[in-house]
T-cell receptor
C-alpha cells in the first residue's frame, strides 16, 4: 500500500466550477503538506504548503488538512482553463533523517471553456 | 533568474551506455534533489544533497550516482543504463533541508533507454 494515495482522475469540469482534489495518507509522521501544479511537459511548481490542520487560502485556492482522518484537499474556486494541469500532493515529516517529500501520483484536471 | 536548469532536455540511450544529467540553480540554495517521475508512480527521490559536500540516498538510488560539484551544480550519472531507467528526471532545490516543503523544480530531462 502506498503511503500517499491520490484520486487518479482524469477530472474534467466546465469553466467556473469548484474543483476538489484529494489525497489520503497513512504515515502519522507527515506534518508538512503541499500541493504542486504541473503543466504538461513542465516541472512541478509549488502552489501551497501548510503544516497545521484546518484551511489555508490563497486567492482562488484553498488547502484543507484533516490530520485526524489523514486526509488533505485542494479546492479551486471559479476554475479557469489555465488551471488545466496535473495536481500533485506531497507530504513530509517535520524533522529527522527521514525528511523527504512523498508525492501522490497526481490528478489530471481539465477545465473546459 | 533562470531558477533551476537541466541539460539535456531529451536523451535516447542504448542499454549499457552511460550518461550524466546536469542540473544547476542560481537561487543560492543549499539543498538539491534528483527525482524520477513515472506514470502512476508520482515523483520518487533518487538522491539528495543537503548542502555542498554531502549527498545521501533517497527512495530509489540503485543504478545511479551523484556529484555535488559546487553549491550551484548537482549531477546525476547513469553508469550502465537499463530500460527500467526510462523516465522523466527532475532536479529540484530548496533553500535548506528545513525548507524541504518549498522546492523549486527544473523543466526535466526525458530519458529513453532502448
Amino acid at each position: 500500500q502506498k503511503e500517499v494515495e491520490q484520486d487518479p482522475g482524469p477530472l474534467s469540469v466546465p469553466e467556473g466550477a469548484i474543483v476538489s482534489l484529494n489525497c489520503t495518507y497513512s504515515n502519522s509522521a507527515f506534518q508538512y503538506f503541499m500541493w504542486y501544479r504541473q503543466y504538461s511537459r513542465k516541472g512541478p511548481e509549488l502552489l501551497m504548503y501548510t503544516y497545521s490542520s484546518g484551511n489555508k487560502e490563497d486567492g482562488r485556492f484553498t488547502a484543507q488538512v484533516d490530520k485526524s482522518s489523514k486526509y488533505i484537499s485542494l479546492f479551486i474556486r471559479d476554475s479557469q482553463p489555465s488551471d488545466s494541469a496535473t495536481y500533485l500532493c506531497a507530504m513530509s515529516p517535520l524533522s529527522g533523517s527521514a525528511r523527504q517529500l512523498t508525492f501522490g501520483s497526481g490528478t489530471q484536471l481539465t477545465v473546459l471553456p | 533568474n533562470a531558477g533551476v536548469t537541466q541539460t539535456p532536455k531529451f536523451q535516447v540511450l542504448k542499454t549499457g551506455q552511460s550518461m550524466t544529467l546536469q542540473c544547476a540553480q542560481d537561487m543560492n540554495h543549499n539543498s538539491m534533489y534528483w527525482y524520477r517521475q513515472d506514470p502512476g508512480m508520482g515523483l520518487r527521490l533518487i538522491y539528495y544533497s543537503a548542502s555542498e559536500g554531502t549527498t545521501d540516498k533517497g527512495e530509489v538510488p540503485n543504478g545511479y550516482n551523484v556529484s555535488r560539484l559546487n553549491k550551484r551544480e548537482f549531477s546525476l550519472r547513469l553508469e550502465s543504463a537499463a530500460p527500467s531507467q526510462t523516465s522523466v528526471y527532475f532536479c529540484a532545490s530548496s533553500e535548506y533541508m528545513e525548507r524541504i516543503y518549498e522546492q523549486y523544480f527544473g523543466p526535466g530531462t526525458r530519458l529513453t533507454v532502448t
